[in-house]
């Protein structure tokens, strides 16, 4: 793929009609680098947050081996990178998944009810009787604080019922695994301590030995109406909330950070087509890459790439319109930009590279993009400081 110093280099180069995807892999390679020195245990990249092979290849070159898969389509394309170990994470499974998961050496699984502990069960047992090396991770639903993407309504078990099932997995489990998720975009550590401790009371409730211990994904990112706290202050407390549990000394540990580890390494590169007042008609939205801006109000960064910035000039607030037809496709912002700007300017719109082209579909027609790779840095970073948290990248 065509690789450029940065947007403002490809703008200036041409005029794309599409919407851009461009790619930073070493930005994602950093953040990989960053996770493997820091977590004292498995970095397993949450797959679903973004597949683009050229990010799959730079966490795998920076060191990346496990990966947390949400469904069979994304397991058999894990499947073929080399020395992969995969994680099933999705707590309800089809039958046939669950069977060709197992087939392809898969031995990590999640659940989260004593149906799906059934069925995984079911689904494994061979000529020779049930399988003897299963992996099984008990979803537990913790309460999110502080965080952006709630995760505990749909999946996890709570309570007594929680209690049960830690141990009736026990009974068919090689290796028994508790596992949560904070919710995504969580900004403050104190999360983590929070889960670790209602995750604890559950275990001795229970009173059996957890083997491993997955604390999910939920490391946040930076966006312009976002800064969380210093990803150091996440893994202290981590480290803290595991010293004071009751497991076993040698206990696994596991993480599955999706955003945390590719959010900063894509932007999108969007055209100005139409400007009425301070709204901006793009030709990408939230059937798009912008999706999370749409619906979730994500404010992610933007600049003017077309034109160079007047030192001083005021930036003022904009909103912005995507491609389709629908009124929904809206993305309100604000988005700080040059009060100048005007139709055939192409705007760069950083960090979206969590869950933007994951999500992006093809409604009316739209959907497909330029790709290219970006040499320059994000326009935020979690990533050049390890103590202070976000800061404006340089460059
Ligand atoms: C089971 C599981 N693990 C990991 C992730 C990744 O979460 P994040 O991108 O917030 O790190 C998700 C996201 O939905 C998830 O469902």
């Known amino acids: 793929m065509e ?31 960053w996770f493997l020195n820091r ?11 973004n597949s683009s092979v050229f990010l799959i290849g730079a966490l795998y070159g920076a060191g990346i081996r496990h990966f947390d898969v949400a469904s069979l389509p994304e397991l058999e394309d ?13 707590p309800v499974k089809s039958r046939s998944s669950i069977r060709r998961a197992y087939e392809l050496g898969v031995r990590s699984f999640s659940l989260d009810s004593e149906d799906e502990l059934k069925k995984i069960v079911e689904e494994t047992t061979g000529s020779k009787g049930p399988a003897r090396d299963l992996k099984l991770f008990v979803r537990i639903a913790v309460r ?21 099932l830690l141990v009736k997995t026990r009974q068919v489990a090689a290796e028994l695994g508790a596992t949560f998720h904070v919710g995504s975009q969580t900004l403050t550590p104190d999360a983590y301590v929070a889960a670790l401790d209602e995750v604890n009371q559950l275990i001795v409730k229970a009173g059996v030995v957890v083997d491993r211990l997955d604390v999910g994904g939920g490391f946040p990112s930076c966006y312009a109406d976002s800064k969380p706290a210093p990803l150091s202050a ?15 000394e040698d206990v696994r540990l596991m993480c599955e950070p999706g ?35 749409a619906h979730l109000g994500f404010v992610f960064p933007a600049r003017l790439v077309s034109r160079p910035e007047i030192p001083g000039e005021t930036l003022v607030p904009f909103e912005m319109w995507g491609p389709t037809c629908d009124s929904i496709d809206q993305m309100k912002g604000p988005f700080m930009l040059p009060g100048t700007v005007r139709e055939g300017d192409y705007i760069e719109i950083g960090n979206v590279g969590a869950y933007g082209r994951a999500i992006a579909g093809s409604f009316n027609g739209y959907g497909i993009y330029d790709e290219v790779i970006l040499e320059d ?18 460059g």
């Open 78 to 90: 894990a499947a073929t990178i080399p020395g992969a170990e995969l994680h099933f994470m999705h």
């Open 377 to 394: 840095e994000p326009m935020l970073t979690m990533y050049d400081t390890d103590t202070s948290g976000t800061r404006e990248a340089r």
């Open 234 to 248: 996440f893994m202290d407390a981590i480290d803290a909330g595991i010293d004071k549990m009751a497991v076993r």
């Open 3 to 33: 690789k450029l110093p940065s947007a403002v280099a490809l703008i200036a180069s041409r005029k794309p009609d599409r919407p851009v995807l461009g790619v930073r892999p070493h930005a994602t390679a950093r953040a990989a680098r």
């Open 144 to 164: 999110p604080k502080n965080s952006r993407v709630p995760l505990e309504k749909k999946f996890g078990i709570s309570g007594a019922a929680a209690a049960r």
């Open 259 to 293: 955003r945390a580890l590719v959010a900063e390494a894509e932007s999108l590169i969007v055209r100005v087509d139409a400007r009425r007042g301070n709204d901006l008609y793009i030709n990408d939205g939230a059937y798009g890459t912008l999706f999370d801006a």
């Open 39 to 49: 977590f004292p245990g498995d970095v397993a990249y949450a797959y679903k947050a």
